[in-house]
């Protein structure tokens, strides 16, 4: 195209905030394109549930919001950040189409072109992964490790110091929520694995996966904590990244695929069942005196963004453990509402969809939920708290821990 | 994994052979990898509308009975004992499989609580959102409604909603009028009117789900039967979009109240409410009898020599392989993506069978254009529509000599040839029909 030409367009879209597609958007955004408008998406989307009588109308219009003009297509901002990127309505579609992806697309280019459209709640957060390559500000090392042996000390459980070596088979990734707010979740993981006779180590320096910074768009961070993680896990040379965070395994996984690296990311549920397997472990059960009854919350980011069979592999453990109870959800699929920042960005809707889930667990009859996902047993902990709930509430690798080190 | 029998497909005829499996005590397992046809359907059960000319049955069991005996290589004709079989015998086994199939089947609906009306013997018309009509046998209560002998002699109003595209209440009241005297009935006045639904106001591109979701809210409910009451003078009939997703019968029963008159659903095209709601009914229908259905599990491929040993199922990101006894392939036909073009020509997606035009001929070398023709509404319809595999009369997909492929396996639904749906308005009966009796034989 002549110069002079090229220039004007380049002029127009600068002042009409234009930017083209990326090649790597492309495929998401022909993906929309195949959205028949039927609505089914609506029927499953946890936001809705709640949202009733407003007048968003649901996960396809945030798809449709790809195909409008420029200026109607800022509008995004008023509904991309209602979504806990559950992935509900993805599944349902026939067509397939990848709702979570687009909101990521969205969010990224409104942070990259109008800064000033992302919400101001994100900014607490948003420092913490720019400075830190963390969602929280770090503390000090003394200090975590108090908070950690008196977590265990209540929990009943011992504490074993941090193993840090290379060219071992797995490398333990906590994820920030186990390393800062849950430290009981790392030390429980910690515990497992030695039971389990894992060779594994953590990291020298945790950073986040990136979820956090996928979520608001931040495609500067995302890929600096992408490259560190690819780097650390090359030098380290393990076979397999074990995980506690539902969030953190299904983003490894992602930033795995895309660098097209030689190890694995599993959750320690997938660990157990694929890696242990079912005959190796149950010899390492023993009898516990003290019956519990459970039920699982199924973290979306394990049962859709990995896959269902992340929801078997949770209840077919717990069917190991000894003088365990397991009881279905009625629904098992719900969302606990905390996804996608929602939890920051509205807490009042995000709680309101946590009340749906928090009557199913307590219709289950269970004394006990278990999650594999610090951010939803933080959401539904909370919930049944201010409820004055009988049913308690645990992380997943926390019960395993607990059922296996018996007092 | 292992289960007894595993079901590929979450549609009419999978739900109904899992559910049929489940009841006899067996380990179900129904493989569901995204929607299907089903959930666009119009979720009211045609069994048997129209002969391909056109010809239009007075009762479902007629139209069993004269396809079963007319029509050798039609599902209704191979369950009643197939070819090989005298025609009175295939029609009178076959009327009577029909028969027991839908009775099961409005006796699982009353089980989730809800009412299936009609009967196998009268075809009624309902009357969809272009206010023309089709006939069907057995439909909610909220539909039943408003079939159209209900509509004779009296004053009907169609009320639609601004801002909802699929349905425009004037120019359904206008084609209905005109076709009101063909079908024998005389309305005394037909008029329309426009609704306003709270939380749907001034919007536009508003969805049929949409409309339903607010229907189910208590408090929405009321303010659209008062606004009901202040539209509407007086009408013995009034024609609503959709009653709602969760509680329909109930909704419509309020609304009723409201406008003092009777209140009915209409049926629509794609995507339809009633349709989403069969697919949910059906479902809680075979979890309650013991099935698992799981949505996200993908069948990516077969593990078979004389039988079939296992089949590769893509869940998430992980292949697994997961073995049964039996096998029930109700994979759905184009929309389900149990039949796929590839290159040109019509394949079986999962066990690579053979495929058939609804006259016989195997269509390896068929290429897909021939099945289509030049009309764009042929008689009896395109042939590509009634292609699919053949099976024998214990629904065992058979190759061109007639044998079992596989011995273990079973199909249902549309995957199977021999029938247009779309021309005949046999769609839901074929299928929950070949459901139930795969479900068992597949139960030994």
Known sequence: MPEKEMKFIEGIMKEEDITLIEPEEEETCQKVEACQNCGLCLTVCPILEVLQHESYSGPRSITSELSRTVREFWKAKDIVYYCTKCGRCQEICSKNVPVPKVVSLIRSKLFKQRRELVPKSFEAMLENLQKYGLAFEPMDEEARVESAKGRLEILGLPYVPDKVKSHVEVLYFPGCQADNLLPEIRESAKLVLEKLGADYTLLPELKCCSLPSILMGDSETIDKLEKDFIEKVKNLGVKTVVTTCAGCTATLEEIRKRNNADFEVKHIIEYIIEDIGEEKFKKLLQNHPEHVSVTIHSPCHLDRHLGKYTTDYAEEILEMLPNVGFKKLEDPERCCGAGGLLNIYNPQISKAIVKKEIEDIQKSGAQTVVTPCPLCLVQIDQALFKKKAETGALDYTVFLAKRLYVA | ?444
């Open chain 2, 1 to 444: 994994m292992k289960v007894d029998v595993f079901v590929i497909g979450a549609g009419a005829a999978g739900l109904t052979a899992a559910r049929i499996a489940a009841e006899k005590g067996l380990k179900v397992l129904v493989a569901e990898k995204g929607s299907g046809a089903t959930i666009q359907s119009s979720g009211v059960i045609d069994v048997a509308g129209y002969l391909p000319s056109g010809f239009l049955f007075a009762s479902a069991s007629e139209g069993v009975r004269i396809i079963a005996r007319e029509n050798k290589s039609h599902p209704y004709s191979i369950i009643g004992g197939g070819q090989e079989t005298e025609p009175e015998k295939r029609v009178k086994e076959s009327e009577k499989l029909v028969r027991k199939a839908l009775k099961d089947f409005v006796e699982s609906m009353n089980s989730v609580r809800v009412n299936f009306m009609g009967s196998l013997d009268e075809n009624v018309l309902v009357t969809n959102f272009v206010g023309t009509f089709k006939p069907t046998c057995l439909c909610p209560s909220t539909i039943y409604n408003g079939n159209t002998k209900n509509l004779d002699n009296s004053s009907v109003i169609f009320v639609g909603v601004k801002g909802f595209p699929d349905y425009d209440p004037k120019f359904c009241a206008q084609s209905f009028s005109d076709i009101a005297p063909g079908l024998k009935i005389k309305p005394k006045s037909v008029n329309h009117a426009y609704l306003d639904i709270p939380g749907l106001e001034g919007r536009g591109d508003i969805l049929a789900i949409e409309i339903a979701r607010r229907m189910d809210d208590p408090e929405t409910l009321e303010k659209i039967g008062q606004n009901l009451q202040k539209r509407i003078e007086s009408a013995d009939h009034i024609a609503i979009p959709t009653a709602g997703v969760k509680s329909p019968e109930e909704n419509i029963k309020t609304l009723a109240e409201a406008a003092g008159a009777n209140v009915f659903e209409l049926t629509s095209f794609p995507p339809s409410v009633p349709g989403y709601r069969l697919v949910k009914l059906l479902e809680k229908a075979a979890q309650n009898a013991g099935a698992s259905v799981r949505r996200g599990y993908k069948v990516v491929g077969a593990n078979c020599n004389k039988m079939v040993k296992s089949l590769k199922v893509e869940i998430g990101r992980k292949i697994t392989e997961i073995e049964a006894d039996v096998y029930i392939l109700a994979s759905g036909s184009f929309l389900g993506g149990g039949l796929k073009e590839e290159k040109d020509f019509l394949k079986e997606s999962m066990f690579n069978l053979p495929v058939y035009s609804s006259d016989g001929t195997n269509l390896e070398e068929v290429c897909l254009e021939k099945l289509l023709s030049r009309n764009v509404f042929p008689m009896g319809g395109h042939k590509l529509f009634s292609s699919g595999i053949n099976v024998n009369e214990k629904l065992q997909p058979i190759s061109d000599k007639g044998e079992p492929v596989y011995g273990n396996l079973y199909a249902a639904g549309s995957v199977l040839s021999g029938y247009n749906y779309i021309a005949e308005k046999s769609g839901m009966g074929v299928a929950i029909v070949t459901g139930y009796l795969a479900g068992l034989n597949a139960s030994g």
